[in-house]
């Protein structure tokens, strides 16, 4: 398996624009994580879909930023419009949300600047 | 959710062993004790759990002491390369698979 691949490795847009984050996890695995880590406020859980239903999305800053998960092999996580203070490196992980799991796997993340 | 108390930065030397603690005084007893570490630009990356015996791997080794209070991950051969931000992480092993960082330890292996 690839691991877990998110697009683009790289985003700069303008304020106000919406910008959408894509992230593929591994092949089998039931639970999805999307995480935001700026140099201030460390690495955080947005949100977590178990199955590709949203279990947690306590960590979603606002209503600015929505996360889909349509399929268990596709997970989108869209902010619109931007700001600049949601620059940031945004990072998907997936794991077995069940027994299972002994770890979580990481993509290599998105960075994303908002001008 | 269990808190976890790791000191802020610790610097090692090359060659030897590195310890880091980690205290969780309110671990209940079906979480999991998870390290987690990211390098710089990196994703995190796994590299032991356990629940209450020490484990080892071919990375790492983990302490948990009987109480559970506490554990201690050893990396026995500190290399330049584990310089990283290490995270002690509790999780229950269930379909609540709950992934969520601390500000962890930054470690730097010095030469």
């Known amino acids: 398996d690839a691991g877990v691949i998110q697009s683009p490795r790289h985003e700069v847009t303008e304020m106000g624009q919406e910008v959408t984050l894509r992230c593929k996890p591994i092949?089998?695995?039931?639970?999805l994580f999307w995480y935001r880590q700026t140099m201030m406020r460390g690495l955080e859980l947005l949100i977590y879909f178990n199955n590709n239903v949203p279990i947690d999305d306590s960590g979603m800053p606002e209503d600015r930023f929505s996360a889909k998960m349509p399929n268990a092999s596709f997970s989108t996580l869209k902010i619109q419009p931007s700001e600049p203070r949601d620059s940031a490196v945004y990072f998907c992980?997936?794991?077995?949300?069940?027994?299972?799991?002994?770890?979580?796997?990481f993509g290599q993340g998105t960075r994303l600047t908002v001008v | 959710d269990a808190k976890t108390t790791q000191p802020p930065s610790m610097d090692c030397a090359e060659g030897r062993a590195a310890n880091l603690p980690c205290n969780h005084s309110?671990?209940?007893?079906?979480?999991?004790v998870y390290w987690y570490r990211q390098i710089h630009s990196q994703g995190p990356q796994y590299i032991i759990h356990?629940?209450?015996n020490n484990e080892t791997n071919e990375m790492a080794s983990l302490i948990i002491t009987e109480d559970r209070k506490s554990s201690t991950l050893i990396l026995p051969h500190a290399t330049l390369r584990d310089t990283a931000v290490y995270y002690c992480?509790?999780?229950?092993?269930?379909?609540?698979?709950?992934?969520?960082f601390g500000a962890g330890t930054t470690v730097t292996v010095r030469a």
């Open positions: 309110t671990i209940s007893g079906n979480e999991y």
């Open positions: 356990g629940l209450k």
């Open positions: 092949s089998g695995h039931n639970s």
């Open positions: 992480i509790f999780i229950k092993k269930s379909n609540d698979y709950k992934l969520s």
């Open positions: 992980a997936s794991t077995y949300g069940d027994s299972r799991n002994t770890e979580a796997f």
